[in-house]
């Protein structure tokens, strides 16, 4: 199996978004971009329980900041 899927994290959403993680955009403007495509699609682990990887999250930082992963 590959070594980086053993030790991909998976993130919730609390953790991405202001004020506790690095991306300063509110949970409606989060969701329109994932349904947009302009952010990345999470995970579905439950009815009501969405996690997004580590990886995806921060290739979308760098994006943010015009660097190419």
């Known amino acids: 199996m590959d070594e980086k899927l053993i030790n991909e994290k998976l993130l919730r959403l609390s953790s991405i978004l202001a ?3 690095p991306i300063p955009v509110s949970k409606s403007t989060w969701w ?3 349904r947009s495509g302009e952010f ?3 995970l579905k682990l439950g009815p009501r329980t ?3 990887r580590q990886s ?3 290739a979308l930082i760098k994006r943010f ?3 190419e992963v």
Do not use: F, Q
Request: glycine letters at 16%; hydrophobic letters at 40%; charged letters at 20%.
């Open 50 to 52: 969405t996690a997004w």
């Open 32 to 34: 329109k971009k994932v």
């Open 65 to 67: 900041e015009g660097t």
């Open 19 to 21: 004020p506790m993680g």
């Open 56 to 58: 995806d999250v921060l």
């Open 40 to 42: 990345p699609a999470g």
